[in-house]
């Protein structure tokens, strides 16, 4: 009887939002396996945050709430916060953890006090920071599903015409530069197309859970194979499948935001993903280590 | 009015030196995350103990949130151990699920109870001085002043009684490790100090900007200086730069004072990276500006070396053609030359250049080597 009672949920509204959830599940898992493998998995914590002073900005300047700009906003500080933290690391001996600490932070603040400053002139129509720090994804309307789609599937088929390019720079870097790729545009472009995917997903997820969105999924995938083509096709899936069973969840009980929800399954999937999958999995590394101790027994009890 | 200042001012420097004084270690050790992973992830832990008191102030509710910090720390040692996962990975794994299950406890469970996302998250510096510690009735300022000021002390304490202890660990694990120390008892002791010092300062600035004064004032100290004492020193005080540029920047264009220290720390970063003497931007656009010089000049002087004395001498020496035996650009050609002319290296003579004593041990030095 509980499955019937979550298919009369299933109404249009709900349909739209897990639509939603879904396709910006494909989205970052797919492109969130380059992040992870790169050990670059906090890059989309940082860029979240850093989102914060562009939409500000760009409301500032154009005074408007229409999703595109704040998006475009969002996208261009993102943009320049990732830009910042490379060349933090290339031009001093900060490492990487604490350039991007000090962007996602500094960056969050100045968004912070220019938030602030949109307050004071007392406009009505302001941006709301609760939607960006935690995301509403029971806003999501078509035409935001629709914005989600094309962007995102844009992303995703600049990642499939750059997937040669990509797979050299993400496993062996030096290699790619020795034999003359451009890896900083390479770097820049892998950079952009996590951007887009982040931007997507402020509205529905919100800037402290998106990187959860990027990891999750491609950590879970990396379990089941070694193909960076399986890979980046299972993340994907369990990004997709952890947005509609997180808005279904949701959705069964009153007061359930959506957002954590997700992040919630998707790491529910990482959990089963580390037990039961084959060969890398827990579970069947503790199978292998007891056969291995019997057939050792077995060979040294011959002599 | 002046006693406000001075309380909002004096709760961000001690905040501020407090954080500094950790984030110098977390910073050497590449282990920034963990705050903000820390500063996340300790939300279950107020809400279950802000249900269990009601009271948001309660000691308890930052010894709960302190736990889970150490907790996030167990969880992501606990994922690397398993080598599925990398540390930045498990780092990204952990905290938005452990704030996930917060964020929704909150929001099933404290509809209406006052316990507001934002304050946790951001954090009002405006408001830290209006809980006030009061005994027998006498005011005796701010609560959250005395509680950062007692975990200054206490990360103060750490940090002289383990300095040697710290220094070897950061610096050389394997070393510490066989020489009797533990690396692991150091770094939950430090994480302990990461969580507490978080949770007492979230309070005041809110979780993402602890992030900032953690490893904002490391950061900026780590481009000025080699040495680990000079290091912690330099963080507190840009953390207090920091801090009170920030709050007077607040004050002047009334917004976010916590938003303000953390621009400022950006801004403060950002310039020393551009001006600190020897590594920073500027020096080193100057430096590669000069060695392209030197480099060509002593490339000048070694052509003139080469022909001297020789026949061809005349013609190789000729200023006007001597772009055509360097290859040179003819601009860049006569920039060298006059670079070369006011280091005194060649000197003219009439239509030739000829090499002065001084040109002649440089082409010879770069011979040599």
Known sequence: MENLSILTHFDYTLMIVAVGAALLGTVSGALGSYAVLRRQSLLGDAISHAALPGIAIAFLLTGSKTPLILVLGAAIAGWLGTLLIMSIVRLTRIKYDSALAIVLSTFFGFGLVLHTLIQRTGNANQAGLDTFLFGQAATLLERDVLTIGILGGIALVVMLIFWKELKLLVFDEGFAASIGFPTRTLDILLTSLLVVAIVLGLQAVGAVLMSAMLVAPAVAARQWTDRLRLMVFLAACFGALAGVSGTIISSTASRIPTGPTIVLCATVVVGLSIAFAPNRGLIWDRIRQQRNRRNLKMETSRY | ?369
């Open chain 2, 1 to 369: 009015m002046l006693q406000g200042h001075l309380d909002i001012l004096s709760i961000a420097i001690v905040t501020a030196a407090a954080c500094a004084l950790p984030g110098v270690f977390l910073v050497l050790r590449r282990m920034t995350l963990m705050s903000d992973a820390i500063s996340h992830a300790i939300l279950p832990g107020i809400v279950i103990a802000f249900f269990l008191t009601g009271n948001l102030s309660s000691p308890l509710l930052i010894l709960a949130a302190a736990g889970t910090g150490v907790l996030t720390v167990v969880f992501v040692e606990l994922l690397q151990r398993t080598k599925l996962v990398k540390e930045d990975a498990a780092i990204g794994l952990t905290f938005p699920a452990l704030f996930s299950i917060g964020v929704i406890l909150i929001s099933r469970f404290a509809g209406n109870v006052h316990l507001d996302m934002d304050v946790v998250l951001l954090g009002e510096l405006a408001y830290a001085p209006l809980n006030r510690l009061k005994i027998f009735g006498s005011d005796l300022g701010p609560v959250p002043l005395y509680v950062m000021g007692t975990i200054l002390v206490l990360n103060l304490i750490f940090v002289v009684v383990f300095y040697k202890e710290l220094k070897l660990v950061t610096f050389d694990a394997s070393l510490a490790a066989a020489l009797g120390f533990s690396p692991t008892l150091i770094h939950y002791g430090l994480m302990t100090l990461v969580s507490v010092t978080t949770v007492g300062a979230f309070d005041a600035v809110g979780s993402i900007l602890v992030v900032a004064l953690i490893a904002g004032p490391p950061a900026t100290a780590y481009l000025m200086t080699d040495r680990l004492s000079r290091m912690i020193i330099l963080s507190a005080i840009i953390g207090c730069v920091n801090a009170v540029s920030g709050y007077w920047i607040a004050f002047l264009f009334d917004v976010s004072i916590a938003g303000a220290i953390a621009t400022m720390t950006l801004i403060i970063f950002v310039l020393v990276f551009l001006v600190v003497p020897n590594r920073g931007l500027i020096a080193i656009a100057r430096r590669h500006a000069r060695q392209k010089w030197e480099f060509a000049q002593t490339m000048l002087v070694i052509h003139l070396f080469n022909h001297e004395g020789l026949p061809e001498a005349e013609t190789e020496s000729a200023i006007a053609d001597l772009h055509e035996h360097l290859s040179w650009d003819p601009g860049f050609t006569n920039q060298v030359v006059k670079y070369a002319l006011s280091n005194r290296c060649v000197s003219r003579k009439e239509t030739q250049l000829i090499l002065t004593a001084h040109g002649r041990t440089i082409a010879q030095q770069a011979l040599v080597q």
